[in-house]
Nanobody, 121 residues
Framework: QVHLLESGGGLVPAGGSLKLSCVVS????????VAWFRQAPGKEREFLAA????????YYADSVKGRFTLARSTGKDTLYMTMNNLVPEDTAVYYC??????????????WGQGTQVTVSS
C-alpha cells in the first residue's frame, strides 16, 4: 500500500497562486503514477495531472494545462503541484492518488485525505 499526505491548501484571492505538496511513503513509488484530482461540492472527482515516477512523464488535463505544473522533489518522495492564475471555479478539495496511469479516479487504489483550496472572487 502507498500512503499519501497532501498539504498546502488554503484561501487565496482570484489570480493568486498556491503550491500543493503530496508526500508519498510506504511501498516504493517508483512503480506508480501519482496523480492529482479535485472534487468540488456536488461534482465528481476530476483528474488534473499525473506524474509517472519511473520516467518523469507528466500528463495534464486540458482544463489546467498552462496554469498547473507538476514537479518532483529530489531526495524525497514528494510531488508538488503549483497552481497559478486561480479562479473561483478552482475551489475544491484536492487529492493525490497513486496507481497505474489513468485519468479515471476509480482506477487509483491509494488516496490521501485531501486538502481544501478556496479561491475568493
Amino acid at each position: 500500500q502507498v500512503h499519501l499526505l497532501e498539504s498546502g491548501g488554503g484561501l487565496v484571492p482570484a489570480g493568486g497562486s498556491l503550491k500543493l505538496s503530496c508526500v508519498v511513503s510506504g511501498r516504493s513509488v517508483n512503480h506508480y503514477t501519482v496523480a492529482w484530482f479535485r472534487q468540488a461540492p456536488g461534482k465528481e472527482r476530476e483528474f488534473l495531472a499525473a506524474f509517472d515516477w519511473a520516467d518523469g512523464t507528466t500528463y495534464y488535463a486540458d482544463s489546467v494545462k498552462g496554469r498547473f505544473t507538476l514537479a518532483r522533489s529530489t531526495g524525497k518522495d514528494t510531488l508538488y503541484m503549483t497552481m497559478n492564475n486561480l479562479v473561483p471555479e478552482d475551489t475544491a478539495v484536492y487529492y493525490c492518488a497513486a496507481g497505474a496511469q489513468s485519468t479515471v479516479a476509480a482506477t487509483y487504489p491509494d488516496w490521501g485525505q485531501g486538502t481544501q483550496v478556496t479561491v475568493s472572487s
